[in-house]
């Protein structure tokens, strides 16, 4: 399975993890400003196991949609050979939230408990140990996405495919919606750039229009072509899971 990273912000797999199996990120993106998007989470995981009984590290990017909750990539959560998982955690995971810099800032940490897997698409809910209330969530979309609708996508992911690495300082893009599925929205690079794209470790990304302090969720990152590219990025639609979300999250 190819993850791929975001707009050179968000992350899946670090270098201890086969290359195939990175995530997306935010390539040809721009630094995020400080003390914004505070809902988008990095999310650690480590002792994450192999069909030979090996284990690796590795990354996604997710963001808060409750004080307990944050969405991401179903595809984050597996088995040793990638099938997905629900339940109690798989593997030590880290959640950290409301930081831009991590030169200069520490933000808000929780170890994750529990993943929920959304039937209809790539999409997981996991549980924090304790709430975050320093932070405000993103509202999740309930309005059918529309072709040309521009979307902001933030993360941690690497700012190239090749010989990628997690950033330390989030990126941020805008796209646009190109093509919209049943369940998935296809988008392209809009601004800085034509290429600014996911890219490797930025599985998990959230997609939002911004409103305030938060914004509204729109998708979550999925998969898509080595980054920077100037294709087309699937993302899971938030709005089909909207009443999911909302049950499981009280």
Known sequence: MRLRALLAAAV???TTAPAALAAPDVAHGTDV??????????IAMTK???????????????ALVAPGWVVTTGHCFHDAHRKRVAGKVPYPTLVTLGLVDEAIESGVARKATEVLQAKENDVALIKLDTPVTTVTPL???????????????????SLTAKNPVPVTRMQQGTVQVATVAPTTIGVRGAAPSITTSACTYDSGAPYFVPEGKSGALVSIEATGPDCPHAGIETTSRADVIADWIATRTG
């Not at 509202?139 to 992911?157: D, H, M, S």
């Open 48 to 62: 994450i196991p192999r069909p030979d009984g090996s284990t690796y590290s590795s990354y996604c990017t997710g």
């Open 33 to 42: 400003p400080p003390g914004q998007f505070g809902f988008v989470a990095k």
């Open 139 to 157: 509202t999740v979309n309930r309005v059918l996405p529309k072709i040309g609708q521009q979307l902001t996508l933030a993360g941690w992911g």
């Open 12 to 14: 899946l797999t670090i």
